[in-house]
């Protein structure tokens, strides 16, 4: 994450995986006024998905069952 006001994005696609580590993450993307969407394994899970729900990502991209 460290460039990412030299390269101009709108936004981020984080893996679940990294989130689920480090959830000051989350903060550090969104402090950036970036936006954020998460995909993975993780993201398949009903407790992972709460918790990023409730720390505030954009979008979850997870398998429909």
Do not use: H, P
């Amino acid at each position: 994450f460290n460039n990412i006001e030299c390269v101009f994005l709108t936004g981020v696609d984080v893996i679940s995986d990294l989130l689920v580590k480090d959830m000051s993450l989350i903060r550090y993307v969104k402090d950036a006024g970036l936006v954020l969407f998460v995909w993975g394994e993780g993201c398949n899970d009903k407790e992972t998905i709460l918790q990023l729900k409730e720390n505030q990502v954009d979008g979850i991209i997870y398998d429909r069952y």
